[in-house]
C-alpha cells in the first residue's frame, strides 16, 4: 500500500523545512522562514519555540520597527553540540567533526588496508578516526550529537549492512549496533550514495534546482538520484547503482558478476583496463595504486600524452553515454560529478561530455540540461552522514525518552 | 528552487485521496475514507460536503447502528457526467466514453493512414474517434466533463506537442487549443507512458505497492515508472523513455538517432532485426503489419518452430537485461509488462526473463521483486487520459470562474 505519513513525519519534516530555510537564508525571522518553506507561520512559530528551548536555534538579532515589538532574526546555534560525519571506503575511513551548522571544525582519517576487512578490524578502525577528528580538548567527545557512518555497499536500515567489495565478507552485519558499543553515541548508517544525494541537495545544486543526480567516479562508481527534492532510496535502499547498469550487453566483467557495467568502463580498473587496450605497456599502469594511477594519467594528459589523450576520448565516450541514459530515463536536468577520478580528470572530461551529450539525449530533455563538477565543499559522503545524523537528532528531540514510553508494558507476555 | 506546494495544491491531493480511496474501497462512511487516507476526519467531511454539493458522490446507503444517527455509505456517483480517454497512435485512434467512476461505456476507433500525419488529419482522425465512443444516444455529448488524449511523442504542457516519429512533423504542436475548436470540451494532453503508470498506480499493481515500472512493448518501448507513490515526470515531462536507453554501447541504429538502444532491440522493428540475424528469410519477416508480424511469431512459437524459439531466447536475453537496468537503478520492486508485444510473447518471455533476471540485479534488490504481465483491464492508455481528466475536472471544481476572478484588473497596463 501506498505508504501514509503520520503527524509524527509530518512535524519531522517540517522540522528539516525549518532547518533549510535558514541553512539556505541565514540568520532569518520567522515571517522569512514561513515564507520560505511556505508552512503556515503558526507551525513555523511552533517549531521555532521548540527549537529555542532545546538550544538548537538562538535568536542572533534583534530588528527593530517604528512601531511594535522588534523582530527576532534566528540563527541555528552552532555551540548547541557536535554531529560527525564518517566516509569508510575500502582503503581508508575519514571522520569530519562538524558544529550542528553543519561547519566543519576537523578531521581524522585512518588508512585501511584493504586485505584485512574483518567487522573488528573495520569498526575499530571507525572509533580511531573519529576519536582522531574529536580529538581530546574541552570536552568535545561529551558534546556529540550524533554520527553518520557511510558503508561502501548495500545498506539496509532493518537487515543490516552487506558490503560486495572483493575483500570484504560481510553480509548483514549489524554495524549500527557494533558502532554504538565502541562510540556510546546513536549511530546512524547509510550507503554514500545517499550521502553525497543528500549533501548536494542541502550545500550544491540542491539551492537552484529540486532534481538531480551526483554522479561519483572513484573506485566504484554509482549516482545519488534527488526527483523533485526527494532523495530516491528504493524500496531496499539500494537505488542509484547506475554503475551497475549496462553500458555493453555482455561486454567486459564486472567485479559484481554482471558483465559490461558502466563501472567496467568507468570505476579505476575499468579505466586502467581502456589504457591496457590502447598501450598495454604505458608506463600509468604501473602505479599498483589506484589513486595514483589517476594521478599519473592526470599529469601525462597535462604534459600532451597521445596514447592518454585517446584513453580520455574513450572515457569521455562512454561517460556521455552512460550519462545520457540517467537523462533519458529520468529526465534529470542537473548532473554532477564527484569522486576523485572526476576532480582529477574534469578538465578533459567535462567538455567532452558537453559536446556529446546531446547525441544521446532526446531532444526535449536537451534544453537545461546541465553537467558539472560538484562544488560541495570538503568530503562531501562525511558531509551528507552528517546532514542525515543531524537528522535523526531533530527527529529525537520532543519525543518521549524510552524510559517514560509505554512500550515495557507492551512487551510483556499475555498470562496464560 | 524546490517547488512547495501551495494550499491550493494539498487541498486538490486531499480530493483525488478521497476518491482514490472510493475507487480501492467501493462505497464507504467518512470514518472509512479518513482511515484509509490519513487525513482528518474534518478534512474528509468538508471534501465529501463540497463533492456530495458538485454531485460527485452520492449516498449509496444508510447504515443503522443501536444508538445515534446512522453511517451514511458514500460512493461515486457514476452518473454525474462522462470522461473521455483517448488513445492516439501511429496507426490509429482509440477512445473510450467512461462514467466519472471510470467504468468504460463505449469505444470508438479510427485508424490513421501512417504515411499522412498533417496536423488537421490527426485532429480530424481524434474528433471522429471521440464522436464515434460518445454516440449519437440521449445527449451524452452534453454531459462530458473532459477528455484526455494520449499523443505520441514528447508533450510539454508549456511548449506543446512534439512527435518524432518516422512519418510525422510536429514541433510544438498546439494539440490542446485546436483539440479544444473541434471538441469544445476541456481537453488535456499527456504523453502515453504517464498514463499507463496513472492506470496502473489507480487500478492496478497501485493497489499492493507504491513504487512500480509500466514497461510498454509495442512499436515503441519506454516505461512508466511511480516511486513512492509519485509519478515520475522528469523536468520536461519527458521521463520513462527506457527505450531509448542503452543496451549496446554503438549497437544497432535506432529511430531516434541514437545507437544501441534498447527499442533497437525490443521494440517490433528491433525483434524483426534479430529474426532477420537468424533467418533471414523465415515466413514471419513477410507480415507488411508490425502487429500481423507480432501475431505470426507468436502463432509459431506455440507450433514449436524452432528459429523462433532461438528469437525468443535471445529477445527474452535482451529483456532480461534492460529491466535489470530499471532494476539496478531505481531498486524498483515491481514491473508490469504491458503493450501488445507482451500481451501476444508473454507466455514465451515471461518466465525467461524471471529465470535470467537475478544475473543482472544486485542481491539486494531481488527479494521481493516482481515481473507479471499488467492486470489493468482494458486499454490503459485510454484508461490513464481519463483519469488525468477526471482529476483535472475535480481540480476546477469549486475554482473561481474566469468571469469572478480579479485577473482582468490586474491585465491593465498601469497608467504611464
Ligand atoms: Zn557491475
Ligand atoms: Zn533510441
Not at 573488528?120 to 582522531?132: M, N, P, Q, S
Amino acid at each position: 500500500m501506498v505508504p501514509r505519513q503520520t503527524s509524527r513525519d509530518l512535524r519531522n519534516e517540517s522540522r528539516f523545512e525549518v532547518l533549510r530555510a535558514l541553512f539556505e537564508l541565514g540568520p532569518s525571522t520567522r515571517q522569512e522562514i514561513a515564507r520560505h518553506t511556505r508552512l503556515s507561520t503558526a507551525t513555523v512559530a511552533t517549531l521555532v519555540t521548540e527549537f529555542l528551548s532545546e538550544g538548537v536555534l538562538r535568536i542572533a538579532a534583534l530588528e527593530r520597527r517604528t512601531v511594535g515589538r522588534p523582530y527576532e532574526r534566528l540563527a541555528i546555534d552552532p555551540d548547541r553540540g557536535r554531529i560527525v560525519g564518517v566516509d569508510v571506503a575500502e582503503t581508508y575511513v575519514a571522520a569530519t567533526l562538524f558544529d550542528i551548522a553543519l561547519t566543519p571544525i576537523s578531521h581524522g582519517e585512518v588508512t585501511l588496508d584493504e586485505h584485512e576487512n574483518s567487522q573488528a578490524y573495520v569498526v575499530d578502525g571507525i572509533v580511531r578516526a573519529v576519536e582522531a577528528a574529536v580529538g581530546t580538548g574541552a570536552g568535545e567527545a561529551d558534546r556529540i550529537l550524533g554520527v553518520g557512518v557511510s558503508m561502501p555497499g548495500q545498506v539496509s536500515p532493518g537487515a543490516g549492512v552487506s558490503v560486495f567489495a572483493p575483500n570484504w565478507d560481510w553480509h548483514e552485519v549489524k554495524i549500527e549496533e557494533l558502532l554504538a558499543q565502541g562510540l556510546r553515541i546513536p549511530v546512524y548508517v547509510d550507503n554514500p550514495l545517499k550521502a553525497v544525494a543528500l549533501s548536494e541537495m542541502w550545500f550544491g545544486v540542491g539551492r537552484v534546482a529540486d532534481s538531480m543526480a551526483v554522479v561519483n567516479l572513484g573506485t566504484g562508481v554509482g549516482a545519488g538520484i534527488a526527483i523533485d527534492g526527494a532523495l530516491i532510496r528504493g524500496a531496499n535502499n539500494n537505488a542509484g547503482e547506475w554503475g551497475h547498469t549496462l553500458l555493453q550487453l555482455d561486454g567486459r566483467q564486472c567485479r559484481c558478476g554482471r558483465r559490461g557495467c558502466v563501472e567496467a568502463y568507468l570505476g579505476v580498473h575499468g579505466i586502467e583496463t581502456s589504457l591496457a587496450e590502447i598501450d598495454k605497456d604505458h608506463p600509468a599502469l604501473r602505479q599498483p595504486l589506484q589513486r595514483d594511477f589517476i594521478d599519473a594519467v592526470a599529469t601525462g594528459l597535462a604534459a600532451g600524452d597521445p596514447v592518454l589523450a585517446e584513453l580520455a576520448r574513450r572515457t569521455a565516450h562512454y561517460l556521455a553515454a552512460a550519462l545520457g541514459d540517467l537523462v533519458t530515463l529520468l529526465d534529470i536536468p542537473y548532473i554532477t560529478l564527484t569522486g576523485w577520478t572526476s576532480t582529477a580528470l574534469a578538465e578533459w572530461l567535462v567538455p567532452a561530455v558537453r559536446a556529446e551529450l546531446p547525441d544521446h539525449v532526446l531532444p526535449g530533455s536537451l534544453p537545461d540540461l546541465t553537467v558539472e563538477v560538484s562544488r560541495v565543499p570538503g568530503n562531501p559522503v562525511a558531509l551528507g552522514m552528517a546532514a542525515f545524523a543531524l537528522e535523526h537528532f531533530l527527529g529525537r528531540l520532543g519525543l518521549p525518552s524510552p524510559a517514560s514510553a509505554p512500550i515495557a508494558r507492551r512487551r510483556t507476555r499475555p498470562q496464560s
